[in-house]
């Protein structure tokens, strides 16, 4: 018999040797790189998976742990040569016409210079002001407008995925598929997504205006920022006898598994027939959540396993029994915005036969990452390992393949919000659908 897994260890180190074999040659260039180019075009779209609580890290260790060069023994195998790049700094004091940023925006530029010459999207650094917002994020309260976005490529521009609820983009009549072009009069195409989602939160009861893109349409609104506490779900009991539990897990920030678990105890009061657990549109988050998450649905046992660069593996394993009745039926909707934790989770219950998916092929992020708090209040992010799933299918770079396909779905129309339509939304209609067969069946 073959073992799989030495399979999936041999595919962790390639991909992690594609990367490193690259770096020497391109380190100092990379460097000086920076000095020119002060922002540099990296970041991911999607979520990303905590590995490990953050942690102060010195300069030293941090470029340690970019080339794999720190030791047991607390030292640095190998020495980095900065005199070219010290030389290139003092022929610019030296001669440069204009002013040199400060020494903060040079080392922030620097570490943003390598980190985009390794290939790999994901890792990054995150200045402190955009630190700051990944905070309130994960907490779950901010300033702003109300929205889930996402950034596409294609416009160059931040893209409407939901609009919350009541929310003061609500209220101004934002919808899915709506494209912020520029905020107070920047282009989004010179912000970026972190600088967009900057501009756009602030203190409560001030104004920020945004000129929006809807189809070949443009325009331009005025919303008033609000005190933003970020749903973590959504529910309703929805179908021709209102007996389907649906709920939409926003995110995997740290209240994701208790909110879930209250919802599912609330559905499995009501006598629900089949859940519908919608995570379109839902990049990610913390990695004990989705592990925790993925027990509420399916039970204990094996959820993701990670495998890292030196071969190592961990397995993480729900501990507890499911909170939904193993005999209702359970549906999964994915969508191309569906990243990271949200691929675990639905590869996980994929993989063991308890839900059902139904959508679009999902993002494709089985990669972790570890995040470092440096001296200066900014973050940087780094890939340390890979996740497969309990089948030992890794989905990096590919995503999940739904049991159910679903067309995309055109800019403005609903992806299934608090109050879902079932009959305008072809995913609900999809899944509603499949469990009436279910019952046909039984």
Sequence with gaps: MIDEKP?????????FAFRTSRWTWRRSLALMLALSVLSAAVGGAGGYLYGQTQTA??????????????????????????????EAIAVLEDVFIGELPGDDVLNQAAIEG????????????????????????????????????????EDLAVRITEPFPGSPAAEAGLVTGDLVIAVDGEPVAELGMSGTISKVRGPVDTAVRLDIRRGAEEFELTIIRATIDMPTTSHELIGPDADIGY????????????????????????????LILDLRGNGGGLLDESVEVAGLLAGRGLVVRQIYSDGREEDHR?????????????????????????????GALQDNGRAVLIGEPTLGKGSVQVTRMLADESQIRVTNSLWFTPKDRSINGEGLVPDVLIERMEPGEAPGVADPDEDADPYIEAALRHLSDLRTEG
Excluded: C
């Design 318 to 346: 729900a501990q507890h029994r499911a909170v939904l009745d193993r005999d209702t039926p359970l549906v999964v909707l994915v969508n191309r915005s569906s990243a990271s934790a949200s691929e675990l989770v639905a």
């Design 57 to 86: 890290v010195t300069a030293d260790r941090m470029w340690a742990s970019l080339t794999g060069l720190w030791s047991d023994t607390g030292q640095i195998g190998r020495t980095a040569d900065f005199a070219v790049l010290e």
């Design 114 to 153: 390598v980190l985009a010459n390794l290939d790999d999207r994901y890792t990054l650094l995150l200045r402190p002001e955009q630190a700051a917002l990944e905070a309130s994020d994960t907490s779950g309260q901010f300033g702003g407008i109300g929205s889930m976005v996402e950034w596409s490529e």
């Design 247 to 274: 709920v939409r897990l926003h995110t995997f920030n740290a209240l994701a598994a208790d909110k879930l678990g209250d919802v599912i105890k609330g559905f499995e009061s009501a006598d629900v027939t089949g």
């Design 7 to 15: 399979r999936a260890v041999q595919a962790t180190r390639r991909f």
